[in-house]
């Protein structure tokens, strides 16, 4: 079926009480993941993308993060799941891409060790078979040699080879649901090639729903059908790839594309300005003190009014009902 969606979040919100007060990671975010389609998810350092990543599989470390609103798997409410019906889910139905894959990997299994875990924890067949679907899956993702990798432990693999072990443990037992939270951090350029390539190839030979964790639009625009642009834990923007790249509405999608554009020419120019703390974030725009197209209306504005048309969400004042902006007037 066209565009069937996999994953979806309605009002996800992720928190974390602390002495201080409430750190809001995540607020309100509703996305939905479609089969065989690259959802990419970009916002600067700190803005929620990791935290809310790992929602999403219920791998949060820290035990105190509280998460409520919906996570729904194919009509499933993951939210409603003990932690052994959600280990099954993981691996299986849904994978991820961490972006630190050093920390992934228990330094004394070998690589092939943890294949055969993945895979058996999952489906009931020997040792051989899992080494078999490993080593399948070792090839898929180039690395060269794998019966060699496959005995080797992680501290003996570089960054960008660890980076495509997980891929390849990700994509073993075909999921439905793909996360991968800045897949080529540690990798050289033609290593991100080669990776980003890898995961083009899994959602069209699979259909896998992807979501493409990155701060690099040019990732971004390379890959994704669909953008949505985290502030503060909010998406504050959500448009079809092209729309959005040549469109931008939300000041904040306006200001990254501008130090992306800065970039291409040798000279980065940042937004101005730091986020607010995500501690206590109230529910007024948080960009409001970087923003350089603010009004008298943005005071009064807050972060549930929702604006925009059908294909293209924006969470500021300019685009809700009532202020009355065309979407593309102020483009
Ligand atoms: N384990 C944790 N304990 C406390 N606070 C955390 C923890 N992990 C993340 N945070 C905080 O949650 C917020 C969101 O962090 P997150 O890691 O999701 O950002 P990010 O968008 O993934 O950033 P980056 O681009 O650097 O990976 C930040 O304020 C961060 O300091
Ligand atoms: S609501 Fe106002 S301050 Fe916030 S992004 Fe929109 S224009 Fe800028
Ligand atoms: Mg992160």
Not at 258 to 263: E, I
Request: aromatic share 4%; with cysteine; glycine share 8%.
């Amino acid at each position: 079926m066209k565009n069937e969606v996999v994953l979806k979040t309605d009002n996800l919100q992720v928190f974390l009480p602390n002495n201080q007060g409430i750190l809001r990671a995540v607020n309100g975010v509703d996305l939905e993941i479609k089969k065989g389609k690259i959802l990419g998810l970009v916002g600067e350092s700190g803005c929620g993308k990791s935290v809310m990543s790992l929602s999403l599989l219920g791998l949060l470390k820290n035990k105190e993060w509280k998460i409520e609103g919906e996570i729904e798997l194919r009509g499933k409410n993951l939210l409603s799941l003990s932690k052994e019906e959600m280990r099954k889910v993981r691996g299986k139905e849904m994978a991820m891409i961490m972006q630190n894959p050093m920390s992934v990997f228990d330094p004394l299994t070998t690589i092939g060790g943890h294949f055969v875990d993945t895979i058996q924890n999952h489906i009931k067949i020997t040792t051989k078979e899992a080494k078999k679907i490993a080593l399948e899956n070792l090839k898929k993702v180039s690395l060269p040699n794998p019966e060699k990798i496959m005995k080797q432990y992680p501290f003996q693999l570089s960054g960008g080879m660890l980076q495509r072990v997980m891929i390849a443990i990700a994509i073993a037992l075909n999921p439905a649901v793909l996360i991968a939270d800045e897949p080529t951090t540690a990798v050289d350029v033609t290593v991100q090639h080669q990776i980003l390539g890898q995961l083009k190839k899994l959602v069209k030979e699979h259909n896998t729903g992807v979501l493409l964790v990155s701060h690099d639009l040019g990732v971004i625009a390379q890959m994704a059908d669909e953008v949505a642009v985290m502030y503060c834990g909010y998406i504050v923007e959500k448009a079809p790839v092209e729309e959005l790249f040549r469109h931008p509405a939300h000041p904040y999608t306006k200001g990254l594309l501008s130090s992306r554009f800065q970039l291409t020419k040798r000279r980065l120019k940042p937004i101005e300005g730091q986020p607010p703390s995500l501690i206590n974030l109230s529910n007024q725009c948080p960009f409001l003190e970087r923003c350089n197209e603010a009004e008298e209306i943005c005071t009064k504005y807050r972060m549930d009014e929702i604006g925009g048309i059908k294909n293209h969400l924006v969470r500021c004042a300019k685009y809700v009902t009532g202020n009355e902006v065309m979407l593309h007037e102020l483009a």
